[in-house]
């Protein structure tokens, strides 16, 4: 068990704090210094680092949860924090998936062509589902403190 719950663990921080550093640190550091064109290169080249950790991360998460919960004996014997951190894992993975291949997809595409309003929209779309899944995150991490 202990194995699973270290490769739980070690996915959310890769995740969670990956979202936490950029949503909270490098996007108004990056809103501040830099001009439109650099700071959405800037992003596209971050996601372009970050995402594939972020696959990485959601199949380790995923994996571990479902592995803990079938050595507990399935769903039906958990507590209400478990099938809550369940839950929203799995919309957080959904928010991921759209923001992978919608929105991230325009900003890669815009700044390719150097389209920065088109590139710029998709980045307000990117930060306000990051900002949703960094929040779902984070109470997920309190769930999982105060669930068993």
């Known amino acids: 068990m202990r194995f699973w719950i270290l490769l739980h663990l070690l996915g959310i921080v890769v995740w969670v704090g990956g979202m936490f550093f950029a949503y909270m640190a490098l996007r108004p550091v990056a809103a501040k210094l830099l001009e439109p064109p650099q700071r959405l290169q800037l992003w596209a080249g971050t996601f372009a680092k970050f995402f594939p950790w972020v696959w990485i991360a959601v199949a380790m998460i995923l994996i571990s949860g479902l592995a803990m919960i079938m050595r507990l004996g399935g769903f039906s014997g958990l507590s209400w924090p478990v099938h809550a951190m369940f839950l929203m894992g799995l919309v957080m993975i959904l928010i991921f998936m759209h923001v992978f291949f919608a929105p991230y997809g ?5 700044v ?32 999982g403190v105060i669930g068993k």
Do not use: E, T
């Open 106 to 110: 325009r900003l890669k595409r815009s």
């Open 112 to 143: 390719a062509v150097q389209d920065w309003k088109a590139a710029g929209a998709a980045l307000v779309q990117i930060r306000m589902m990051i900002g949703l899944n960094l929040s779902l995150g984070l109470i997920n991490v309190l769930l």
